[in-house]
DNA sequence: AATCTGATCGTG
DNA sequence: ACGATCAGATTA
């Protein structure tokens, strides 16, 4: 992707706080940060979906759990579970602590990987090397000054429940469309 | 204890 | 369109 266009800024805490369909869009053309000096990968990313409490699809939605725990505790967390018996799935947690919501991270633009290898919720962990020991870790969020895109709210992918609710934003995509999974 | 259901992906 | 594959949640 596009080498450092301003001198990379660790987002705050404060900045996770808030509600997550306030979070998700402005989280388009962040960096996403795994792993640390010469292992760091960075992921441009650039499809994300809001999930809240009050939200029939979300984990959170039939209160806490051992799964969904890391959801309801302190914002810029990374909520990591495991669906379909073979795939992870990478989150931001935000919101107030207490408070069950997060950002899933549906896809990414990595320097150096084929776009088709990190345009979906599950590809993306696999690209970042992200399982279950991650979750609860603190996210490594980076804003090195790229522009925001015009974020596009959509429906939702992959779900059953509220489909319709436009939490999903897309930012424009480099290579072939995002997913397979149109809408 | 048994059943059901996925915030997916690759293949047919 | 469908199967893989299993953990977590729900139901009995």
Same mark, same amino acid.
């Given at each position: 992707?596009?080498?450092?266009?301003?001198?990379?800024?660790?987002?705050?805490?404060?900045?996770?706080?808030?509600?997550?369909?306030?979070?998700?869009?402005?989280?388009?053309?962040?960096?996403?940060?795994?792993?640390?000096?010469?292992?760091? =990968? %960075?992921?441009?990313?650039?499809?994300?979906? /809001?999930?809240?409490? @009050? *939200?029939? !699809?979300?984990?959170?939605?039939?209160? $806490?759990?051992?799964?969904?725990?890391?959801?309801?505790?302190?914002?810029?967390?990374?909520?990591?579970?495991?669906?379909?018996?073979?795939?992870?799935?990478?989150?931001?947690?935000?919101?107030?602590?207490?408070?069950?919501?997060?950002?899933?991270?549906?896809?990414?633009?990595?320097?150096?990987?084929?776009?088709?290898?990190?345009?979906?919720?599950?590809?993306?962990?696999?690209?970042?090397? =992200? %399982?279950?020991?991650?979750?609860?870790?603190? /996210?490594?969020?980076? @804003? *090195?000054? !790229?522009?925001?895109?015009?974020?596009? $709210?959509?429906?939702?992918?992959?779900?059953?429940?509220?489909?319709?609710?436009?939490?999903?934003?897309?930012?424009?995509?480099?290579?072939?469309?995002?997913?397979?999974?149109?809408?």
């Amino acid at each position: 992707m596009t080498a450092g266009i301003g001198r990379p800024r660790r987002l705050p805490v404060a900045f996770f706080a808030r509600d997550a369909t306030v979070v998700a869009p402005e989280l388009l053309h962040k960096l996403l940060r795994v792993g640390s000096g010469r292992a760091a =990968i %960075d992921a441009r990313i650039v499809e994300v979906e /809001a999930y809240t409490q @009050d *939200d029939p !699809a979300s984990h959170s939605f039939r209160g $806490v759990t051992a799964r969904n725990a890391v959801m309801f505790g302190p914002p810029g967390r990374l909520y990591v579970y495991f669906v379909y018996g073979m795939h992870h799935c990478v989150n931001i947690v935000t919101g107030a602590s207490g408070d069950g919501q997060a950002v899933l991270v549906r896809a990414a633009v990595m320097d150096g990987i084929d776009p088709r290898r990190s345009n979906g919720p599950g590809k993306l962990t696999v690209a970042l090397g =992200i %399982d279950r020991t991650h979750d609860g870790a603190r /996210a490594n969020l980076l @804003d *090195d000054g !790229a522009p925001s895109p015009a974020a596009a $709210v959509t429906p939702r992918i992959g779900i059953t429940k509220a489909v319709d609710w436009p939490r999903r934003w897309v930012a424009p995509w480099p290579g072939p469309e995002v997913g397979h999974v149109g809408s």
